[in-house]
């Protein structure tokens, strides 16, 4: 795969494909997992389908947040009392011996992430407590060599807490930008100025974080093709190693946050889609890397090399470079991947909470995988990684016959060959310039649930 791909922008086939679907960060997705599952049988099966040769994944949410971003449609619990935060954190270290018991095995943490809410919304001697109470639990690298990963506000931290998370053993951090324009940060009550966002930024080179990711989101109230051009001018500027773009999906009744919002302030449907073309032209004349959906870096960011050499994987912490990892998730809604099995957390605190302490576990729905979906999941993550597919690969892999076993999707990929999404053979499948914005909308035609139910529920729009 060429690092420097092109995404060819052709808006009669983004409007044509442009439907719901999933992100795919699992195959079977958190839709389809069941609550009537035993959480015992599900832990089980995940101990026995895991390898325990391998590196492991953690992942640590930290649901609170100081202020209110209006857009938020993460999992979060908004307070100013940061008194509320020590008797979670009592829970999750509790829930994590538990964790260690069943997971753990002696097998060395390759990939750590913190994320919220906003995690450094606890104290520095918080954070050295959690981090020490993992060292405790699980093996972590003191090398430095992992990839420990923490999600940041800049309005919520200093010089010293920086200097903290480098200590205590984070490399990379992301933090939230959003829009640069005040207007568009007034409206979402996201005031953040960019000058805060260059110091963040500066003082975590001047420390040694080796990758710095930053979130734009497109689509927020007020935002023009020129202003997000402006922020986009600014934020190359900067020079962030990794950027997401992410599309912002207005659903106030899912998300009680964003009633706040003005459906009228919100940019047209139209607006969107130019934003998302320019946007996509400035950072690949930029020289950042298309990974896929909403993900840019570097050309010599560990991301784009893992594509290039078709190493690159995608899990619930979104594109990652550590395929072999089972990931384990510890907190409030955390979603883990062991082996065979996926299975989330309850979504409450309080559940949560009553839930570790009466049973040790906190597991509310999950789902074990099929043979099938083993097959499908292969499937759609090489394509979604890759944009491309040898046959021969998941023939040897899962001893099938690719042509047969995917008779009637190869039949409907037809569709995708003829508008130039796709190129097709009997032994490749490629997706074109044309086809890697809509890769969501091609990888669904492996997707086994979605003709069982409507394509549009539950899911954000693919552009």
Sequence with gaps: MNPNNLIKWDLDLIRRYDLSGPRYTSYPTAIQFDPELSPADLVA?????????????????????????????????????????????????????????????????????????????????????????????????????????????????????????????????????????????????????????????????????????????????????????????????????????????HMPDRFRSQKHINADDLPSPETKLAILETTINKLIAAGYVYIGMDHFAKPDDELALAQQNGKLHRNFQGYTTHSDCDLVAMGVSAISQIGDVYYQNEHDIAAYTVAVEERDDAIKRGVTLTRDDSIRRAVITQLICQFELTMSDIEERFDICFAEYFAEELEDLQRFTEDGLIILDDKHIEVTPAGRLLIRRICMSFDAYIPKQQPTKGFSRII
């Design 45 to 249: 099966t995940g101990q026995q389908s895991s390898d325990t040769t391998a590196p492991l994944s953690l992942y640590v949410h930290i649901p609170f947040c100081a202020h209110v971003c209006y857009y938020c449609a993460c999992n979060k619990v908004i307070t100013r009392n940061r008194k509320k935060a020590q008797p979670y954190l009592d829970t999750v270290y509790k829930e994590m011996e538990q964790l260690a018991k069943w997971y753990a095995n002696d097998q060395i943490v390759e990939q750590l992430h913190w994320g919220g809410g906003t995690p450094t919304f606890i104290s520095n001697e918080q954070m050295t407590e959690l981090m020490q109470k993992l060292r405790d639990n699980f093996k972590l690298l003191d090398d430095d060599s992992g990839d420990y990963s923490i999600e940041i506000d800049p309005r919520e931290v200093d010089n010293e807490t920086l200097k903290v998370l480098r200590e205590i053993g984070f490399n990379r951090i992301s933090f939230g930008v959003q829009d640069v324009e005040l207007k568009v940060q007034e409206a979402v009550n996201r005031v953040q100025p960019v000058e805060q966002v260059a110091a963040v930024l500066a003082e975590s080179r001047r420390l040694g974080f080796r990758s710095i990711n930053m979130d734009l989101i497109y689509g927020l109230p007020h935002q023009t093709l020129e202003s997000f051009s402006k922020t986009l001018d600014t934020i190359i500027d900067l020079d962030p190693d990794r950027l997401s773009v992410f599309n912002y999906a």
